[in-house]
């Protein structure tokens, strides 16, 4: 039984091994530790993808700026939140309450998300050229309950909007789901019952609905949400970052 099952396997390393055979001894080493390396990058890739459930095809998020960088003895992240109506119990609650910096790399679970928690959500379409094109990693800081296109009740803080003002954000998704040309979203939720997030990077001065000198985004849609972050693994990111930069310089794209 057990031979069997294995079989493929064989047969598939023996022809493996017989095209590595045909290659120079010099190129054979490098070709072989290639491929060992992708394959065992795919294997991790497809391990985490079916154990944590994100709506990303790599669970796995390098971060390219230092909006949620913490600097040592700061808190005004919590000092935001405070302001605004955030108990220190909540605040000291939230998960990833150390940030991480630029050039880690964050491991990303099922987009299922709330008051606190870090998500990776996609830009939409008024804000996709903002800076770059890569999705934003930010902290909800406020929560809108939509029921039936309207808003129930919200947790924590929406910033410089209000139930009044959020509604048009509630009609933008229910103008999305009947089909409306303005549409902003490239995702949104199907039906009344939805939630909407208010974002922010912890290292911003705003949150990046309300922030005039770095709007980023609308409220946030939880279709819009591809992924909730898991665990930070410190400059691992940054061979991609390097990688991009010599890229952008090769190719003239500053």
């Not at 949620?68 to 108990?87: C, F, I, P, T, Y």
């Not at 309450?97 to 959500?121: C, E, K, Q, R, W």
Request: a neutral charge; hydrophobic letters at 45%.
């Amino acid at each position: 039984m057990w031979g069997q099952i294995m079989a493929p396997y064989n047969l598939l390393k023996s022809k493996y091994e017989k095209a590595l055979g045909m290659l120079p001894k010099w190129l054979s080493p490098w070709v072989r530790d290639i491929v060992d390396v992708g394959t065992t990058v795919a294997v991790i890739i497809l391990v985490l993808k079916l154990l944590l459930g994100a709506d990303m095809l790599v669970p796995l998020v390098v971060v390219t700026s230092q909006s949620m960088q913490h600097e040592s003895h700061d808190n005004s992240w919590m000092v935001w939140m405070e302001k605004r109506g955030m108990d220190d119990g909540t605040i000291a609650s939230f998960p990833l309450s150390n940030g991480f910096s630029m050039g880690d790399m964050i491991v990303v679970t099922a987009p299922t998300s709330g008051l606190g928690d870090v998500i990776i959500y996609e830009r939409d379409l008024h804000h996709l050229n903002f800076s770059s094109t890569d999705p934003i990693i930010h902290r909800v800081v406020g929560v809108a309950h939509v029921r039936d296109y309207n808003i129930q009740n919200v947790e924590g803080s929406l910033d410089c909007l209000n139930k009044k003002s959020m509604m048009k954000y509630v009609k933008m998704v229910e103008g999305c789901q009947v089909g409306d040309a303005g549409c902003p979203y490239t995702r949104y939720p199907e039906g009344g019952d939805f939630k909407l997030f208010v974002t922010k990077g912890d290292n911003n001065v705003g949150s990046d609905q309300c922030n005039i000198k770095l709007n980023i985004a609308y409220p946030v849609n939880d279709a819009q949400v591809t992924g909730k972050a898991l665990l930070r693994l410190p400059f691992l990111g940054w061979p991609k970052i390097i990688l991009t930069v010599l890229f952008r310089v090769l190719t003239l794209q500053f």
